[in-house]
């Protein structure tokens, strides 16, 4: 097949698909404003990233959110009510191995219900890193949610559009922004 | 007629519930929302799932079933489904929870010939078991070794339709389930609660409203008319409301402020001279609820909100199963965090799982404000720290590291006695919040509290 009509297949198939529309589920207000989209990738890194995500959580009172841990809880739920989160729209889980996060991250996409997805330091295994993390987009797509990397260390995945340096709640720093124009 | 393959889910309710028709038509109508095709039998239910594009997991239908008829007010946790093609098969398959067929045991021949009704042997049934045990069969292979004419000449009409039903599934004749036209529900009050004025009517009508909506939500229909019925505690005729609507309505609220203005008229005009003792409402007139058209978009945010809640709590039972409470007593590995009264800060909360919980709503959730702030992050296991001038000094590992103190500003002081905490005795806390730089020249927040009975500094949080 020649190279223009290559070009015509393509124009063909992008007219006949249907258009996936980008549901806008928050906006990251540090630095100018950002707007998130259903499937994004936030990695959170720094000794603040429990407090920004906390924060953030406060920002977005509607978002319903799972926050699930790699290993023994250690959030402290009291500070997150003192903060302004409503306990009732979190579901915790604990002492998940990557795949146990990811098949249940999968489920709780499924259902359409949360807004945010947190993983907490849970590092996906680097074979594969990518195919999940390709599933976890969609699924997040699909279900109008954010997922949200808690690290202390960076885990290098195209999936990631915003990168940032947790300080403190307000303090980050962004090290990495796909698609947007955060200075 | 239906063509093509089916796939018919069969909901045993198991023998020895009972079950009363006024339920057991509730739970139909709340099955509704699986699949309009349904078969009732005797204590069983058969549900046709293959037009149904987007199929729940089998688990999952249990657990929302489940939850359905919690709300009925019946137990559903013996209950068990069974898939087939054919209603016949389905039954066998949840019954006998056979794979093979043939290798059955020889009580599921009656089963075959009445998949809707049979359960218990009668007499001349249990003849007949008798019979072919004497002839050394076992189980359903045994019948396929004596020719079927054999069979035929014997027991004519019954062993043709066992054999209709075992061979040809899809020949079974059922009839489906519709629901009743009208729609009544019903309550009894004591004489001695008077009530007089229509917010009090009110108050005691809402359960009934409520179940009312909840039913046409399962039958996907809307109301155009329903009449309020009252009994009063004298023999006189029955006090009548009726109530007509523009449009059908669907909208719980909306139905309860209508309801609240016309008992106001009614009761102004009209006052209650006994006191109640029954209350009905009887819906006659329904509409057909087309979903997402203008015409009912005042009712389609409660729809998608009931819809939500439902998939909400079938995620919550789902999960509270596989990483909840677990048989061998480990911890739940998934919970809800639900604040508690306690003076120590590391049991201020406690892990709970709600089976029904609220939607979110922020202000169903009101804030509770405790100064001054707790850290995001609480250590298990709170680390001793040493001080020496300006460095705080934290074991990691073999090694200890150096943190250089920024500030360090007294937060709150917390004790306890030991009628408080008896198994940890009393306590004696001084809190402070250090502003600490990490060896890396790191910011970092922690949450410190020196031991008074112990005199030591121990790292308690991160912030």
């Known amino acids: 097949m020649s190279r223009p009509e290559l070009k015509a297949l393509k124009a063909l198939i992008e007219d006949h698909a249907p258009a996936r529309a980008r549901k806008s589920v928050g906006t990251l207000s540090v630095g100018g404003g950002l707007t998130l989209h ?10 603040a990233r429990r407090a920004w995500m906390t924060a953030f959580l406060r920002q977005h009172p509607a978002l319903r959110a799972a926050w699930v841990q790699g290993e023994a809880n250690r959030l402290c739920p009291p500070a997150l009510e ?39 330091g849970m590092a996906l295994p680097f074979a594969g890193r990518e195919a999940q993390m390709r599933k976890l987009q969609l699924g997040a797509e699909d279900g109008g949610a954010l997922l949200f ?3 202390d260390r960076s885990q290098s995945s195209f999936g990631i559009r915003v990168r940032m340096e947790a300080e403190g709640a307000d303090a980050v720093e962004f090290t990495r922004v796909k698609g947007g124009t955060l200075t | 007629m239906k063509h093509g393959t089916q796939e018919w889910w069969c909901l045993d309710l198991g023998s020895s519930s009972e079950i009363t028709v006024q339920d057991f038509e509730r739970l139909l109508e709340s099955l509704l929302r699986f699949t309009p095709d349904l078969v009732p039998g005797n204590k069983r239910v058969f549900l046709e799932m293959s037009r149904i594009p987007v199929r729940p997991r089998p688990d999952h239908f249990l657990k929302r079933v489940q939850v359905l008829a919690r709300r009925i007010g019946l137990d559903a946790s013996s209950w068990r489904y069974g898939i087939a093609d054919t209603i016949p098969k389905a039954w066998v398959q949840t019954r006998w929870r056979a794979l093979e067929a043939r290798l059955l045991p020889v009580e599921a021949y009656f089963d075959y010939i009445d998949p809707l009704h049979h359960f218990e042997c009668n007499r001349p049934e249990r003849e007949r078991l008798a019979c072919f045990r004497s002839l050394g069969m076992k189980n359903l292979e045994y019948l396929f070794t004596v020719p079927k004419t054999a069979w035929l000449v014997r027991f004519g009409e019954e062993f043709d339709t066992f054999l209709e039903h075992f061979e040809f599934g899809d020949r079974f004749v059922w009839k489906t389930w519709k629901p009743s036209e009208t729609l009544s529900e019903e309550t009894r009050w004591n004489a001695e609660e008077w009530v007089s004025d229509a917010e009090g009517l009110l108050f005691r009508l809402k359960p009934l409203v409520d179940r009312l909506c909840s039913r046409l939500y399962s039958i996907g229909r809307a109301i155009r008319k329903l009449e309020l019925v009252l009994k009063l505690d004298r023999p006189v005729p029955d006090r009548k409301i009726e109530l007509g609507f523009a449009f059908p309505q669907t909208s719980r609220p909306l139905l309860l402020k209508l309801l609240r203005e016309k008992l ?33 978009s005042f009712s389609a945010e409660e729809e998608r909100s009931e819809e939500e809640r439902e998939r909400w709590i079938e995620l919550i039972s789902y999960l509270g199963s596989k990483y909840g409470e677990s048989s061998d007593g480990e911890t739940p590995r998934a919970f809800q965090a639900e604040l508690t009264e306690h003076a120590l800060p590391e049991r201020a909360w406690k892990k709970t799982w709600y089976a029904e919980p609220e939607l979110v709503s922020s202000s169903a959730n009101p804030v509770k404000r405790i100064e001054p702030a707790r850290p995001i992050v609480l250590l298990q296991h709170p680390e001793t720290l040493n001080r020496t001038g300006p460095w705080l000094r934290r074991k990691s ?19 306890g006695y030991e009628w408080d905490v008896e198994d940890t005795g009393g306590f004696e806390r001084t809190y402070f919040r250090v502003s600490v730089e990490s060896p890396q020249g790191k910011p970092e927040e922690w949450w410190v509290y020196r031991d008074e009975l112990l005199g030591k500094l121990m790292l308690h949080g991160l912030y």
């Open chain 2, 264 to 296: 106001s008229h009614e009761m102004s005009r009209h006052p209650l001279s006994d006191p109640i003792v029954e209350a009905r409402i009887e819906i006659r007139e329904t509409e057909r609820r087309p979903a997402g058209t203008a015409r009912f």
């Open chain 1, 149 to 151: 990397f808690l690290s």
């Open chain 1, 38 to 47: 259903a499937g994004e990738g936030i990695e959170v890194l720094g000794p």
């Open chain 1, 82 to 120: 003192q903060q302004g989160v409503a306990l009732s729209r979190i579901l915790f889980f604990e002492r998940l191995s990557p795949g146990e996060g990811i098949e249940l991250a999968l489920q709780l996409l499924r259902s359409a219900l949360f807004g945010a997805i947190i993983f907490d």
């Open chain 2, 397 to 415: 590992g073999a090694f200890e590291e150096r943190y250089r103190i920024c500030s360090f500003q007294q937060e709150e002081r917390i004790e």
